[in-house]
């Protein structure tokens, strides 16, 4: 695709069900990294795949969260059991190689609102 | 363990002049990435500009130019000429070559340009 394409672009769930969120990165990047932006806040690292592997899950708050990647295209973030403490925008990027040189590609998010 | 600082949490420039956004980091790395991004308030993170750790001049992108100043560990953002669309936040942001798929950003500034 041209960009970095996130699926819903607004979710409102009750508290205690599940999400998933979606993130279709540009075709041919390797990389693909998943932040929260809380209201008003900068950005908080949650996970970053090369190809389907993911080397670093270091920022994923709790075992209600997890992700996964079809090769090198597709991720699914899932939050299990929500919490209102999980509202935020879930922000999905992609670039090239993950090389630290590279820019990131940015969706335009996901608007998770527990109530 | 890196670390970006944005101590400006709003700043205000007047139509047509210049504003300087600052952004201090630490890293332990040798090898790293500095980067800009806006996010108007329509949400989407667009990137600006990028300076390498090993890079000898400043980099420059039209309108924006970046002030590194390595051994002070600085990488400030110039917007010249500001333009009413210049209005948003400001985010700052680092890799690192060990750990390239973490991108650590600041918390983030927000610009107001007054007419």
């Known amino acids: 695709g041209a960009g970095v394409s996130q699926s819903p672009s607004n979710k409102v769930t009750e508290k205690g069900k599940d999400v998933e969120l979606r993130c279709d990165p540009i075709?041919?990047?390797?990389?693909l990294y998943w932040y929260r932006q809380r209201l008003g806040q900068g950005l908080e690292f949650l996970i970053y795949?090369?190809?389907?592997?993911?080397?670093?899950k270091s920022g994923l708050p709790s075992d209600r969260f997890s992700a996964e990647r079809t090769g090198e295209s597709v991720s699914t973030l899932t939050i299990q059991r929500t919490q209102q403490e999980d509202s935020a925008v879930y922000l999905c990027?992609?670039?090239?190689?993950?090389?630290?040189?590279?820019?990131?590609?940015f969706g335009s998010g996901t608007q998770l609102s527990v109530l | 363990a890196q670390k970006i600082t944005q101590t400006q949490p709003g700043m205000f420039v007047q139509e047509k002049e210049a504003v300087t956004l600052d952004c201090t980091y630490d890293?332990?790395?040798?090898?790293?990435?500095l980067f800009w991004y806006k996010q108007p308030s329509s949400g989407e993170m667009i990137f600006l500009i990028y300076q390498g750790s090993y890079d000898q001049q400043n980099a420059t992108e039209g309108r924006y130019s970046l002030n590194f100043q390595k051994a002070r560990k600085s990488a400030n953002l110039v917007i010249s000429a500001s333009q009413l669309g210049d209005s948003a936040m400001y985010f700052c942001?680092?890799?690192?070559?060990?750990?390239?798929?973490?991108?650590?950003f600041g918390d983030g500034t927000t610009l107001t340009v007054k007419p």
């Open positions: 890293t332990s790395d040798p090898s790293y990435g």
């Open positions: 795949f090369q190809g389907n592997s993911a080397p670093d």
């Open positions: 075709s041919g990047h390797t990389a």
């Open positions: 942001a680092m890799r690192v070559n060990t750990n390239a798929g973490k991108s650590t």
């Open positions: 990027a992609s670039s090239n190689r993950g090389f630290y040189g590279e820019k990131l590609f």
